[in-house]
């Protein structure tokens, strides 16, 4: 059974940091990109960075310069770092796996998708 796990959220003010977490198990993690999706209230999901197997790193336009997503294949962890945030970062955070060898930024394609970790920016 595929299961998806992240923490690491919470309340931060503007520019500060979090770095979420995401532990895969019930597959072949490092045979497959993985990628990470927020949520705010009201809104659709939205694409915000992934990774390859090999730790190739692909993100949205909001996202680049300020989040950096990265792997750890022997832990089978997907990481997220978030700096500089902002308000409108705050969402639930979420991680999803599409068992496939690239990155797709369509929610629709993921069949596996954690819990959330709720990020909140405020001061």
């Known amino acids: 059974e595929v299961q998806l796990r992240e923490s690491g959220g919470g309340l931060v003010q503007p520019g500060g940091s979090l770095r979420l977490s995401c532990a895969a198990s019930?597959?072949?993690?490092?045979?497959?990109?993985m990628t990470w999706f927020r949520q705010a209230p009201g809104k659709k999901f939205e694409f915000v960075s992934g990774i390859t197997s090999g730790g190739t790193a692909t993100s949205a336009d909001f996202a680049k310069g300020r989040f950096t997503a990265t792997r750890d294949n022997a832990k089978n962890i997907v990481y997220l770092q978030l700096n500089s945030l902002k308000p409108e970062d705050t969402a639930m955070y979420y991680c999803a796996a599409a068992l496939s060898f690239v990155v797709t930024t369509d929610a629709l394609a993921y069949a596996y998708w954690g819990q959330g970790t709720q990020v909140t920016v405020s001061s």
């Open positions: 019930g597959f072949s993690f490092s045979s497959y990109a």
